[in-house]
């Protein structure tokens, strides 16, 4: 007899083995989910690193265009404003990094391309930018009245930043060559050229005025009148208190040092040197530099200003002009109003056809009738009241004197920006 024994339970080995593969299973796929999502996770903060590595470069890409504009606003005139350190030695800016290059290019343009660099991440932003300036010595002559050029009078221009005139003189020949196009000649009144005489720019006469240009004479740009009025505001010579008159005797020499000084009287004597050292203001009631002598000006540390109360006399074979012959380092103010007063003088006075007086500078002469005499050669800008170029008057306009700020205050305009890639 065959008893059945009851496995109520007991799962048969086959089933038991089903539920552990099962099991195991679940286990494998729960592990790879963990695994996904804690690779998805490492993923995602290697992302969001990467991305604040990245943000915290170009934050200091942009601290360094900023950075190199604030640089170049307060030295504007110094050729390194606005580089900051190098890709070998970089600002620092928190945990991140920075440095700026800068390239000048034509027309007052700058560059500066800022790289910035944190963790392995790098970001570039270059910045262009152009100098404006709100230039004063626009012209080489000026006349507020009139403007009048006797025959073979010739006005040019030239760049002293380039070097000499005489080196940039190679157009044209004999008394005929000149340098550059831009010796503009005008007036708000009336601008009359007698035969010969030529302008190597524009000639403007004032909005109801016409040039007038006799026979040879030439003019090689424009000569359309103004749309406007060219203000000249008023001259306020500063007042020092006189220390008396000086009187520098027939081929001495002396020295005025940098400061502000006004005297009564001031003469150079025949074939004299007077040195001043910039900065600085000189004031005198009258001014006279006599045959041969000459004014040499050394503005190493800033320019020098003559404020020039009533007489303003160059005799012949004299020279006014700074160490480097360049025109914005000699400043002339003339307050002597001889059109009222006929009695005062204001004269570039050159006698003698081998005379060679040169001013290198600019003339500034709101209330004045300035007489340029004959052979007289002035480098830099002239504006006066009224303006007389004689027979022979050379006179060449400084481009220079066009990035010279009237207020001295200079901007830039911001040509525009852009973000480029950059290695880190």
């Not at 024994?5 to 195991?24: E, F, Q």
């Not at 004032?206 to 505001?233: F, R, W």
């Amino acid at each position: 007899m065959k008893i059945h024994t009851s496995c109520h339970g007991h799962a048969p080995p086959a089933r038991r083995g089903a539920a552990i593969v099962m099991v195991l299973l679940v286990l494998l796929s729960l592990f790879g989910v963990s695994l996904a999502l804690w690779t998805t996770s490492l993923s995602a903060r290697s992302e969001q690193r990467g991305a604040l590595a990245q943000l915290s470069a170009q934050y200091a890409a942009e601290a360094g265009v900023s950075a190199a504009f604030a640089a170049l606003s307060a030295d504007p005139n110094s050729a390194a404003a606005g580089v900051i350190g190098s890709p070998g030695e970089p600002a620092a800016l928190g945990d991140a990094e920075y440095w700026v290059v800068r390239v000048d290019g034509a027309d007052g343009v700058t560059s500066f391309t800022a790289t910035g660099r944190g963790d392995n991440r790098a970001a570039s932003i270059e910045l262009v930018v152009q100098r404006v300036v709100d230039a004063f010595y626009t012209w080489g002559a000026f006349g507020d009245e009139f403007l009048d050029m006797s025959s073979n009078a010739r006005v040019d221009s030239y760049d002293s930043r380039l070097g000499s005139y005489a080196a940039q003189a190679v157009n044209g020949s004999g008394s005929s060559a000149y340098a550059g196009s831009e010796g503009d000649v005008g007036s708000n009144g009336s601008v009359s050229m007698s035969q010969n005489s030529k302008v190597h720019g524009d000639a403007t006469p004032g909005e109801l005025s016409t040039a007038t240009i006799l026979g040879s004479a030439e003019v090689t740009g424009s000569t359309a009148s103004a749309t406007g009025v060219y203000e000249l505001p008023p001259l306020v010579v500063p007042s020092f208190g006189t220390v008396g008159n000086l009187a520098l005797a027939n081929g001495a020499s002396q020295t005025i040092n940098s400061g502000d000084v006004e005297y009564t009287d001031l003469s150079v004597g025949n074939n004299a040197i007077l040195t001043i050292v910039g900065p600085a203001k000189v004031v005198a009631s009258n001014f006279a530099l006599l045959a041969g002598g000459s004014v040499v000006i050394d503005a190493t540390n800033g320019p020098v200003e003559l404020f020039v109360r009533q007489d303003f006399v160059m005799n012949s074979n004299t020279t006014i002009a700074s160490t480097t012959y360049a025109p914005k380092d000699v400043k002339l103010y003339l307050e002597s109003d001889n059109i009222l007063d006929p009695d005062l003088v204001v004269e570039l006075d050159e006698v003698g056809l081998e005379s060679n007086s040169k001013l290198y500078g600019t003339i500034y002469a709101p209330q004045a009738l300035v007489d340029v005499r004959s052979n007289f050669e002035l480098f830099g800008s002239l504006i006066a009241k009224r303006v007389q170029l004689s027979s022979n008057a050379l006179v060449h306009f400084d481009e220079a004197l066009l990035a010279e700020s009237a207020s001295g205050d200079v901007q830039f305009d911001v040509l525009g920006w852009v973000r480029r890639s950059a290695k880190p």
